[in-house]
Protein backbone atom coordinates (compact mmCIF):
# COMPACT_ATOMS: atom_id res chain seq x y z
CA UNK A 1 0.00 0.00 0.00
CA UNK A 2 1.22 3.77 0.03
CA UNK A 3 -0.23 6.76 2.00
CA UNK A 4 -0.51 10.07 0.31
CA UNK A 5 -0.16 13.46 1.43
CA UNK A 6 -1.90 16.12 -1.08
CA UNK A 7 -1.13 19.79 0.55
CA UNK A 8 -3.05 22.17 0.67
CA UNK A 9 -6.64 20.17 1.17
CA UNK A 10 -8.58 23.17 0.34
CA UNK A 11 -8.06 26.89 -0.85
CA UNK A 12 -9.81 29.41 -2.60
CA UNK A 13 -8.20 31.59 -4.73
CA UNK A 14 -8.67 34.06 -7.03
CA UNK A 15 -9.36 33.92 -10.80
CA UNK A 16 -6.30 34.68 -13.07
CA UNK A 17 -3.67 33.73 -9.72
CA UNK A 18 -1.99 30.08 -9.70
CA UNK A 19 -2.00 27.17 -7.32
CA UNK A 20 0.58 24.81 -6.93
CA UNK A 21 -0.71 21.25 -5.27
CA UNK A 22 1.91 18.89 -3.60
CA UNK A 23 1.92 15.10 -3.49
CA UNK A 24 4.23 13.27 -1.33
CA UNK A 25 3.48 9.41 -0.76
CA UNK A 26 5.75 7.49 1.36
CA UNK A 27 7.83 5.19 -0.62
CA UNK A 28 8.83 4.91 -4.13
CA UNK A 29 6.19 4.51 -7.01
CA UNK A 30 6.82 4.36 -10.35
CA UNK A 31 3.52 5.81 -11.58
CA UNK A 32 1.89 9.22 -10.40
CA UNK A 33 -1.00 10.57 -11.60
CA UNK A 34 -3.12 13.79 -11.78
CA UNK A 35 -6.84 13.71 -11.81
CA UNK A 36 -9.84 16.65 -11.45
CA UNK A 37 -13.34 16.05 -10.56
CA UNK A 38 -15.64 18.66 -10.99
CA UNK A 39 -18.41 19.44 -8.88
CA UNK A 40 -20.88 16.07 -8.81
CA UNK A 41 -18.63 14.44 -12.02
CA UNK A 42 -16.59 11.82 -12.53
CA UNK A 43 -12.83 11.91 -12.27
CA UNK A 44 -10.85 12.81 -15.43
CA UNK A 45 -7.46 12.02 -15.80
CA UNK A 46 -5.12 15.57 -16.45
CA UNK A 47 -1.63 13.53 -17.02
CA UNK A 48 0.57 10.93 -16.15
CA UNK A 49 3.76 12.47 -13.86
CA UNK A 50 6.79 11.39 -15.12
CA UNK A 51 10.00 11.34 -13.63
CA UNK A 52 12.62 13.41 -15.21
CA UNK A 53 10.59 14.03 -18.42
CA UNK A 54 7.96 15.86 -19.48
CA UNK A 55 4.34 14.67 -18.11
CA UNK A 56 1.79 13.06 -20.60
CA UNK A 57 -0.98 15.01 -20.85
CA UNK A 58 -4.69 13.80 -21.70
CA UNK A 59 -6.47 15.16 -24.53
CA UNK A 60 -7.97 18.57 -23.03
CA UNK A 61 -5.17 18.75 -21.33
CA UNK A 62 -2.07 21.05 -21.81
CA UNK A 63 1.58 21.99 -20.09
CA UNK A 64 0.62 25.99 -19.93
CA UNK A 65 -2.61 25.41 -18.12
CA UNK A 66 -1.79 22.19 -15.99
CA UNK A 67 2.20 22.68 -15.47
CA UNK A 68 3.62 19.44 -13.62
CA UNK A 69 7.01 18.48 -11.97
CA UNK A 70 7.91 15.35 -10.83
CA UNK A 71 11.97 15.50 -9.41
CA UNK A 72 11.65 12.15 -8.28
CA UNK A 73 9.69 8.77 -7.03
CA UNK A 74 8.06 10.69 -4.30
CA UNK A 75 7.04 13.96 -5.03
CA UNK A 76 5.19 15.63 -7.81
CA UNK A 77 3.35 18.98 -7.66
CA UNK A 78 0.40 20.15 -10.15
CA UNK A 79 -0.42 23.67 -10.98
CA UNK A 80 -3.60 25.04 -12.08
CA UNK A 81 -2.55 28.32 -14.33
CA UNK A 82 -4.45 31.84 -14.51
CA UNK A 83 -7.68 30.32 -12.81
CA UNK A 84 -10.95 30.87 -13.28
CA UNK A 85 -14.20 29.78 -11.73
CA UNK A 86 -14.49 26.72 -14.14
CA UNK A 87 -11.43 25.01 -12.30
CA UNK A 88 -13.57 24.63 -9.42
CA UNK A 89 -12.80 21.15 -8.64
CA UNK A 90 -11.10 18.55 -6.62
CA UNK A 91 -8.01 17.71 -7.49
CA UNK A 92 -6.53 14.22 -7.22
CA UNK A 93 -3.13 12.68 -7.09
CA UNK A 94 -2.81 9.13 -7.93
CA UNK A 95 0.23 6.30 -7.44
CA UNK A 96 0.83 3.04 -8.55
CA UNK A 97 3.72 0.55 -9.38
CA UNK A 98 4.56 -0.59 -12.99
CA UNK A 99 1.21 -2.03 -14.78
CA UNK A 100 -0.49 -2.21 -11.14
CA UNK A 101 -3.07 -3.88 -10.00
CA UNK A 102 -4.14 -1.42 -7.60
CA UNK A 103 -3.72 2.07 -7.87
CA UNK A 104 -3.85 4.62 -4.46
CA UNK A 105 -5.65 7.95 -4.41
CA UNK A 106 -4.99 11.04 -2.39
CA UNK A 107 -7.79 12.62 -0.07
CA UNK A 108 -7.75 15.26 -2.93
CA UNK A 109 -7.21 19.31 -3.01
CA UNK A 110 -10.83 21.56 -2.91
CA UNK A 111 -10.16 24.31 -5.12
CA UNK A 112 -12.57 26.80 -5.51
CA UNK A 113 -11.76 29.84 -7.39
CA UNK A 114 -14.13 33.33 -6.98
CA UNK B 1 -9.29 1.39 -22.75
CA UNK B 2 -12.97 -0.74 -23.32
CA UNK B 3 -15.76 1.89 -22.38
CA UNK B 4 -18.21 0.75 -19.38
CA UNK B 5 -21.71 1.00 -19.12
CA UNK B 6 -23.47 1.58 -15.74
CA UNK B 7 -26.54 2.68 -13.91
CA UNK B 8 -26.43 5.85 -12.59
CA UNK B 9 -28.08 4.90 -9.13
CA UNK B 10 -29.39 1.87 -6.97
CA UNK B 11 -30.29 1.23 -3.93
CA UNK B 12 -30.61 -1.53 -1.48
CA UNK B 13 -31.44 -2.37 2.25
CA UNK B 14 -28.66 -2.77 4.61
CA UNK B 15 -27.58 -6.32 5.77
CA UNK B 16 -28.70 -7.19 1.87
CA UNK B 17 -26.55 -8.12 -1.21
CA UNK B 18 -26.07 -5.29 -3.13
CA UNK B 19 -25.58 -6.36 -7.04
CA UNK B 20 -23.94 -3.43 -9.17
CA UNK B 21 -24.15 -4.69 -12.90
CA UNK B 22 -21.93 -2.96 -15.63
CA UNK B 23 -21.87 -3.73 -19.59
CA UNK B 24 -18.14 -3.38 -21.36
CA UNK B 25 -19.44 -5.08 -24.10
CA UNK B 26 -16.50 -3.53 -26.40
CA UNK B 27 -13.87 -5.00 -23.86
CA UNK B 28 -10.99 -6.74 -25.43
CA UNK B 29 -9.11 -9.92 -25.02
CA UNK B 30 -6.33 -8.40 -22.42
CA UNK B 31 -8.52 -5.72 -20.67
CA UNK B 32 -9.05 -6.24 -17.30
CA UNK B 33 -12.27 -5.41 -15.43
CA UNK B 34 -11.60 -3.23 -12.66
CA UNK B 35 -14.01 -2.02 -9.78
CA UNK B 36 -13.09 1.14 -7.67
CA UNK B 37 -15.46 3.28 -4.93
CA UNK B 38 -15.24 6.73 -3.90
CA UNK B 39 -16.85 7.51 -0.16
CA UNK B 40 -18.14 11.06 0.02
CA UNK B 41 -15.51 13.15 -0.24
CA UNK B 42 -12.13 10.96 -0.54
CA UNK B 43 -10.23 9.55 -3.10
CA UNK B 44 -11.42 6.14 -4.95
CA UNK B 45 -10.28 2.89 -3.13
CA UNK B 46 -9.84 -0.21 -5.12
CA UNK B 47 -12.05 -2.69 -5.05
CA UNK B 48 -11.44 -5.89 -6.79
CA UNK B 49 -10.26 -6.74 -10.81
CA UNK B 50 -10.67 -9.75 -12.99
CA UNK B 51 -10.01 -11.16 -16.18
CA UNK B 52 -12.28 -13.99 -16.80
CA UNK B 53 -12.50 -15.90 -13.94
CA UNK B 54 -14.89 -14.83 -11.19
CA UNK B 55 -13.24 -13.51 -7.65
CA UNK B 56 -13.49 -13.07 -4.10
CA UNK B 57 -11.89 -11.11 -1.67
CA UNK B 58 -12.71 -9.88 1.96
CA UNK B 59 -14.90 -6.93 0.33
CA UNK B 60 -16.70 -8.09 -2.33
CA UNK B 61 -17.11 -10.48 -5.42
CA UNK B 62 -16.99 -10.19 -9.33
CA UNK B 63 -18.80 -12.56 -11.00
CA UNK B 64 -17.70 -11.56 -14.93
CA UNK B 65 -19.95 -13.26 -18.08
CA UNK B 66 -18.46 -16.01 -20.05
CA UNK B 67 -18.58 -13.47 -23.29
CA UNK B 68 -17.04 -11.08 -20.78
CA UNK B 69 -19.33 -7.93 -22.12
CA UNK B 70 -20.49 -7.86 -18.40
CA UNK B 71 -19.98 -8.27 -14.80
CA UNK B 72 -21.51 -7.99 -11.49
CA UNK B 73 -19.89 -6.51 -8.40
CA UNK B 74 -21.55 -8.23 -5.33
CA UNK B 75 -21.25 -7.04 -1.90
CA UNK B 76 -22.79 -9.56 0.07
CA UNK B 77 -23.95 -7.89 3.05
CA UNK B 78 -24.39 -4.29 2.66
CA UNK B 79 -23.43 -1.71 5.35
CA UNK B 80 -24.84 1.58 5.47
CA UNK B 81 -20.87 2.37 5.04
CA UNK B 82 -21.15 0.97 1.65
CA UNK B 83 -22.53 4.01 0.61
CA UNK B 84 -21.01 5.26 -2.18
CA UNK B 85 -20.39 5.69 -6.29
CA UNK B 86 -19.17 2.55 -7.95
CA UNK B 87 -16.61 2.68 -11.08
CA UNK B 88 -16.38 -0.23 -13.19
CA UNK B 89 -13.38 0.24 -15.25
CA UNK B 90 -12.26 -1.86 -18.47
CA UNK B 91 -7.98 -1.50 -18.32
CA UNK B 92 -5.50 -2.05 -20.48
CA UNK B 93 -3.20 0.40 -20.29
CA UNK B 94 -1.11 1.87 -17.51
CA UNK B 95 -3.97 4.27 -16.42
CA UNK B 96 -7.32 4.14 -15.23
CA UNK B 97 -9.85 6.03 -17.32
CA UNK B 98 -12.94 6.22 -15.11
CA UNK B 99 -16.77 6.41 -16.24
CA UNK B 100 -19.63 8.00 -14.54
CA UNK B 101 -20.25 5.32 -12.35
CA UNK B 102 -23.21 4.07 -10.18
CA UNK B 103 -24.63 5.85 -6.82
CA UNK B 104 -25.22 3.16 -4.59
CA UNK B 105 -27.51 3.75 -0.96
CA UNK B 106 -27.34 1.45 1.09
CA UNK B 107 -30.93 1.95 3.17
CA UNK B 108 -31.22 1.43 7.03
Known amino acids: SAVISQKPSRDICQRGTSLTIQCQVD?????MFWYRQQPGQSLTLIAT?????????ESGFVIDKFPISRPNLTFSTLTVSNMSPEDSSIYLC???????????FGQGTRLTVV | DAKTTQPPSMDCAEGRAANLPCNHS???????VYWYRQIHSQGPQYIIH???NNETNEMASLIITEDRKSSTLILPHATLRDTAVYYC?????????FGSGTRLLVRP
Open chain 1, 94 to 104: SVAQGSFTEAF
Open chain 1, 27 to 31: SQVTM
Open chain 1, 49 to 57: ANQGSEATY
Open chain 2, 26 to 32: TISGNEY
Open chain 2, 50 to 52: GLK
Open chain 2, 89 to 97: IGKSSYKLI
